[in-house]
C-alpha cells in the first residue's frame, strides 16, 4: 500500500517538515528514512546553529516550539559583527549589533540535542521513522518507489510506494543529481568548522582595562549573539551552545584566500595567528572536539517544487552561503511551501499553476539572497561600507522577506500572490542596485574606519519599527499595503548609499565609482539642496529613512569639500 509522503532524509529539514504535514493533514501515512541511528552527539553533529527571525518563526510559533526552545537551546542577542583591520586588537575595531537583546527571537541551537528530540516527537505524533536505512535510489512514477536498505544488515532492500517523495537527504542532492536539476553559482566560496568544548567569548579577547569597551556591553549578553570577526573576503562566526560548547568557524572567499591556508587543524591556527591574533591566543592550548573543511560549497538548482509530487528541501535544493544565518529560512519557507502542495493533492486540487508560482518563488529568493552574499563579505574589511550594508540587508529582510513569512502569504492561491511575487521582483532589483553599489565602494572608495560602535537597529528609526512591526498580526492586503511604503523607502536608501560611496570616491574617482556600479541613476534634487542647506533645513528635506539611517550609520554630510551636486557633474562629464 503506497504510503502518502516518504521523506528521504531525517536531518532538521526532513524531521521539521514530517510535523508539519502530519499536522496538517493528520490521516497522512508519512515515513522519514535515516541513515544514522539514535543517539545523535550533542554539540558536534552538525553546523547551521544559528537562526534568523524567519527561522526563528517556522520553529517557535508554526511548529510551536518556542517553550522548548527557551528551556533546551539560547535566544541570539542578534548578529553581532567587529570589523576592521583585522590583526588589530578587539576593542579598536568597529562593533555593530544590537543595544538590547531583540523582541522578535530567534535561536542559537544544538543541531544534536533539537534532532534527537525531534525524532522523538515525530514518533509521538505517529510518523513512522526507519532510523538506520538507507535510501539507495528512487524512481519516479506514479507512485514513486523508494528502494531502501538496512545499512547494518545484509537483509534484501525493501521498496516503497509514496505518492510524493521528498528529497531532505542534503548535500547528497539524491533527487538533483538523478533529475539533472543542479546548477553552478560562478563565485564559490569555502569553510572549514570546529567546535570547543568551554564557552568561548568576545569578551574574553579584550582586556579589562578597555573599560569603555565593557561597558557598552550593559546586559553583559553579548556572547548570546552570533558573533562575526570579520576581514576583506572572509568573516569566522563565534556560536554559544546551551551545552556549553562554542561553535567557531570560518567561510571565505576563494578570490581572497585559499582553501588549503585554512583546510586542516594546523593550518586553521596558523591562519587565525595571522588574520585574528585575539581568537588564536583565546584558543591556545584549547582542544578541538571536531574539525570540517568544506571546499566550494555553493550550488543552486533549476527546480524545487513539481506537479509530479516530489520537492527538494533544506540543502537537497540549494545552498548560497551562511552568511546572516539563512539555512533554516530556507528550510521553513521549502518546508511550507511543500506541505501545501501535499494538501491540496490529498484534498484532490493540485494546482499545477500553483507549484510553478510557488517553485518560482523560491529560486527567485534565493537569487535575491545569492547577490546579497556572494562576494559580500568582500566589504567586510572597510568598516563604513559594511556599517551602511548590514543596514540596507537588513532594512530589505525586514520590509520584505519576514513580513511575507509571517503573515502566512504563501498560503494565498496563485492569483493573490501573484503581486507578492512581482513585489519580490521590485526588492530584487533595488539589492542588484545596492550591492553593486557597497562592492564599488569598498573597492574603488577610501572609507573612515573610525566607527566605534553601530547599533543595528538604532532604536526609535524605520529599521527598529520595522522589526517591531513583526510582533503585529497583519492581514495579506494589510501585509502587502506595508510593503508599499516600505519599498518607496527603500528607493530612498539606494540612492543614499551610491551619494555616501561618491563622497567617499572625491572628484579623482567620481566618474570610475559611478561606471562601476553601472546603472542609470536618476537623482532627486531636493537631495541635492539638502546637501548644501543649513543644519535646521536640511533636516527638512531629508526623508525619514535616510535621516534615520544617519542616526544609525553617521551622517553624510559635507566635510569642507566638493558637495554632491558638484562630485556628481564630475561623474557624469
Not at 556591553?217 to 556549553?244: E, F, P, Q
Not at 567617499?504 to 566618474?511: L, V, W
Request: hydrophobic fraction near 40%; glycine fraction near 8%; charge should be negative.
Amino acid at each position: 500500500m503506497p504510503h502518502d509522503v516518504v521523506i528521504c532524509g531525517g536531518g532538521l529539514a526532513g524531521l521539521t517538515l514530517a510535523l508539519q504535514v502530519r499536522r496538517r493533514c493528520p490521516s497522512a501515512s508519512v515515513v522519514v528514512i535515516e541513515r544514522v541511528r539514535r543517539p545523535l552527539p550533542e554539540a558536534c553533529h552538525k553546523v547551521g546553529e544559528s537562526t534568523v527571525e524567519i527561522g526563528g518563526r517556522y520553529l517557535g510559533k508554526i511548529l510551536g516550539f518556542h517553550d522548548y526552545l527557551r528551556s533546551e537551546h539560547f535566544i541570539k542577542n542578534g548578529l553581532r559583527f567587529f570589523a576592521g583591520h583585522p590583526s588589530s586588537p578587539i576593542a579598536e575595531r568597529s562593533e555593530m549589533g544590537p543595544r538590547e537583546s531583540p523582541t522578535v527571537p530567534a535561536y542559537q541551537l544544538d543541531r544534536g540535542r533539537l534532532e534527537n528530540d525531534l525524532r522523538a516527537r515525530c514518533e509521538e505524533e505517529g510518523i513512522e521513522l526507519r532510523e538506520g536505512w538507507g535510501v539507495r535510489d528512487v524512481t519516479l512514477g506514479e507512485p514513486h518507489v523508494v528502494e531502501v536498505v538496512q545499512t547494518r544488515s545484509d537483509a534484501p532492500p525493501e521498496k516503497l510506494e509514496a505518492r510524493w517523495v521528498i528529497d531532505a537527504t542534503g548535500r547528497r542532492r539524491l533527487l538533483a543529481k538523478k533529475l539533472g536539476l543542479h546548477r553552478d553559482i560562478p563565485r564559490q566560496a569555502s569553510s572549514a568548522w570546529f567546535r570547543v568544548g568551554e564557552r568561548v567569548k568576545i569578551d574574553q579577547m579584550v582586556p579589562e582595562g578597555e573599560a569603555g569597551w565593557h561597558d557598552r556591553d550593559i546586559d553583559k549578553n553579548r556572547w548570546l549573539s552570533t558573533v562575526h570577526l570579520c576581514g576583506t573576503g572572509y568573516w569566522i562566526w563565534m556560536i554559544a551552545l546551551k551545552t556549553g560548547h562554542t561553535s567557531i568557524g570560518l567561510v571565505a572567499e576563494n578570490a581572497d584566500h585559499a582553501f588549503t591556508d585554512y583546510s586542516t587543524e594546523a593550518s586553521i591556527r596558523a591562519w587565525l595567528r595571522e588574520h585574528e591574533p585575539a581568537l588564536a591566543a583565546r584558543l591556545e592550548g584549547v582542544e578541538l572536539e571536531d574539525f570540517v573543511a568544506m571546499k566550494d560549497y555553493r550550488y543552486d538548482a533549476t527546480r524545487v517544487l513539481s506537479k509530479d509530487r516530489w520537492a527538494l528541501v533544506g540543502e537537497s535544493g540549494l545552498f548560497i552561503d551562511p552568511m546572516y544565518s539563512p539555512g533554516t529560512d530556507l528550510i521553513a519557507l521549502a518546508n511550507c511551501f511543500t506541505t501545501e502542495l501535499v494538501a491540496d493533492d490529498l484534498g484532490g486540487a493540485l494546482d499545477p499553476e500553483r507549484v510553478d508560482a510557488l517553485d518560482a518563488f523560491y529560486r527567485d529568493w534565493a537569487t535575491l539572497l545569492a547577490r546579497t552574499m556572494v562576494l559580500g563579505s568582500r566589504v567586510f574589511g572597510a568598516p563604513e561600507v559594511l556599517g551602511a550594508k548590514l543596514h540596507w540587508d537588513f532594512f530589505y529582510y525586514w520590509a520584505f522577506m519576514c513580513p511575507y513569512f509571517f503573515a502566512g502569504t504563501w498560503t494565498l492561491p496563485a492569483k493573490e500572490h501573484e503581486r507578492f511575487h512581482a513585489m519580490l521582483h521590485r526588492f530584487t532589483e533595488l539589492n542588484e542596485r545596492a550591492q553593486r553599489t557597497l562592492q564599488a565602494w569598498a573597492e574603488l572608495a577610501p572609507s573612515d574606519p573610525t566607527l566605534p560602535f553601530v547599533g543595528l537597529p538604532a532604536i526609535a528609526t524605520t529599521l527598529s519599527d520595522l522589526h517591531l512591526a513583526l510582533k503585529m498580526d497583519r492581514s495579506a492586503d494589510e501585509t502587502y499595503a506595508a510593503m508599499e511604503s516600505t519599498v518607496a523607502w527603500g528607493e530612498e536608501l539606494v540612492v543614499e548609499l551610491m551619494l555616501r560611496g561618491l563622497r567617499r570616491a572625491g572628484p579623482e574617482r567620481a566618474a570610475e565609482y559611478v561606471r562601476a556600479i553601472g546603472v542609470d541613476w536618476s537623482l532627486p534634487e531636493t537631495r541635492f539642496d539638502a546637501d548644501e542647506a543649513t543644519p535646521r533645513d536640511r533636516r527638512k528635506l531629508l526623508g525619514k529613512a535616510i535621516r534615520d539611517m544617519e542616526r544609525s550609520i553617521g551622517k553624510n554630510a559635507a566635510d569642507g569639500g566638493p558637495t554632491l551636486r558638484e562630485l556628481w557633474q564630475v561623474a557624469r562629464r
